[in-house]
DNA sequence: TTTATAATTCTATAAGTATGAAAATATGGA
DNA sequence: TCCATATTTTCATACTTATAGAATTATAAA
């Protein structure tokens, strides 16, 4: 990841409806190929969100990488992308302490950074 | 960490020259108390920041508490806080797949969410 | 005390983002 | 085909954020 994608996928967090959106389809995700998400009707029902607003935020996190989408009949299910998170956390904690904590990259870790 | 302050702390990374700004700080950082860290002028010299630039987006940066700062001389140290990054993560990734991947929590994950 | 250095606050201007009503597009069923 | 449902696009308005020059405050050294 750079700079640019993960200003991109900041800033799509970085607002209420959104972010709410997005902890929404983590919490319906699936690791499962074709399974898991939220058709856009649901995520608007359940946090009141307007269908003009809804889609417009959607498009903003569709573009950042941070949903895909599939269609399923009239309703389209939008569904978290897990790996982009990781590799925006690892952008964010790369070469910590000069690399020395091991904060990313490696599973066992030499210290407690983040 | 509750949905405003994860809202200060993404809005607070969504921006090119504090993005950069944290990335630095990561890089010096120490998990050491009173070690670690970048003065002002520093980051500014590295990043070509005009003073009063650099000081808006610092004050951005301490008040989503993503940084500390601690004077030394005429200089004042920022510090990347790295434990209001931890919470950042798990905030975003709560109750991922409903709670049975163990993305968030556990040290022993369950399944590759993120 | 005077001077130099480091950082912040004030301020105006410029630029970017969010909202939701109305209209348009797409799909599936009668 | 015609109708109902689901979602997106268009658009005007309102709001929020970034920039950097000039003035101010704080610390340290001469």
Do not use: N, W
């Not at 996928?9 to 499962?32: G, M, N």
């Not at 649901?42 to 599939?70: C, N, W, Y």
């Not at 269609?71 to 904690?93: C, H, N, P, V, W």
């Amino acid at each position: 990841m750079e700079m640019k994608s993960a200003i991109e996928a900041l800033s799509a967090l970085a607002q209420e409806t959104r972010l709410s959106i997005f902890r929404a389809l983590v919490r319906a995700h699936s690791p499962k190929e074709g399974e898991g998400g939220l058709a856009a009707g649901d995520i608007g029902a359940a946090l009141d969100v307007p269908p003009a607003t809804l889609s417009f935020h959607l498009k903003e996190m569709s573009h950042a990488g941070l949903v895909t989408s599939r269609r399923d009949g009239r309703s389209i299910i939008y569904k978290a992308d897990l790996s982009a998170m990781r590799g925006l956390t690892e952008f964010l904690l790369e070469d910590c302490c000069g690399g020395v904590c091991g904060t990313v990259g490696t599973r066992q870790r030499k210290k407690e950074c983040a």
